[in-house]
T-cell receptor, first 115, second 114 residues
Framework: NAGVTQTPKFQVLKTGQSMTLQCAQDMNHNSMYWYRQDPGMGLRLIYYSASEGTTDKGEVPNGYNVSRLNKREFSLRLESAAPSQTSVYFC??????????????FGNGTRLTVT | QKEVEQNSGPLSVPEGAIASLNCTYSDRVSQSFFWYRQYSGKSPELIMSIYSNGDKEDGRFTAQLNKASQYVSLLIRDSQPSDSATYLCAVTNAGGTSYGKLTFGQGTILTVHP
């Protein structure tokens, strides 16, 4: 059982380049999320998808786009990378139902450096 | 005021002691509360979830929730060097409308020394 799989693990980009981070989950979860983690800032939500076919902005969406390709896959795209987007990116998924939210399950992360 | 605040740390305790990690949150209607552990260079992993006032125990870990005081804590009994990590408190807002989105505290670094 792989859980949440992210690719790539590491990436170095030059300013202005674009790239897509891929994420797939095999836990039949309905909701998926992209977070970034920066020193001293904790984890901050970039975008989320409550269900297949829907996406919404989180706390820090500027400079990113997402696609919920199907129930399993949720990708994050940087159209024109900037040094401020240097961070560790985590994809997560959850089965959301009713009042009690289920915990998030995280992928292993992508360490992105923009020079 | 940050939405979720944790004791700033770093926190250092001797092996075998109780480590106490604290978290306050600002959204009064928060329904779901989680503690994650994150080792350096790794992804967060769930330790405890708690939804109702009171204590919840799982092995050496006890989570305590007080919604009136908007306070959630994590106690680690008989701390081990392997418990050395960053502990993240996470909170959702109103149940049913949060879509599982978690707001995280900035984390508390715990070091357990032999």
């Amino acid at each position: 059982n792989a859980g949440v799989t992210q690719t790539p693990k590491f990436q170095v980009l030059k300013t202005g380049q674009s790239m897509t981070l891929q994420c797939a989950q095999d836990m039949n979860h309905n909701s998926m999320y992209w977070y970034r983690q920066d020193p001293g800032m904790g984890l901050r939500l970039i975008y989320y998808s409550a269900s297949e076919g829907t996406t919404d902005k989180g706390e820090v969406p500027n400079g990113y786009n997402v696609s919920r390709l199907n129930k399993r896959e949720f990708s994050l795209r940087l159209e024109s990378a900037a040094p401020s987007q240097t961070s560790v990116y985590f994809c997560a998924s959850s089965f959301v139902r009713g009042v009690q939210d289920s915990p998030l399950h995280f992928g292993n992360g992508t360490r992105l450096t923009v020079t | 005021q940050k939405e979720v605040e944790q004791n700033s740390g770093p926190l250092s305790v001797p092996e075998g002691a109780i480590a106490s990690l604290n978290c306050t949150y600002s959204d009064r209607v928060s329904q779901s509360f989680f503690w994650y552990r994150q080792y350096s260079g790794k992804s967060p992993e769930l330790i405890m979830s708690i939804y109702s006032n009171g204590d919840k125990e799982d092995g050496r870990f006890t989570a305590q929730l007080n919604k009136a005081s908007q306070y959630v804590s994590l106690l680690i009994r008989d701390s081990q060097p392997s418990d050395s990590a960053t502990y993240l408190c996470a909170v959702t807002n109103a149940g049913g409308t949060s879509y599982g989105k978690l707001t995280f505290g900035q984390g508390t670094i715990l070091t357990v020394h032999p």
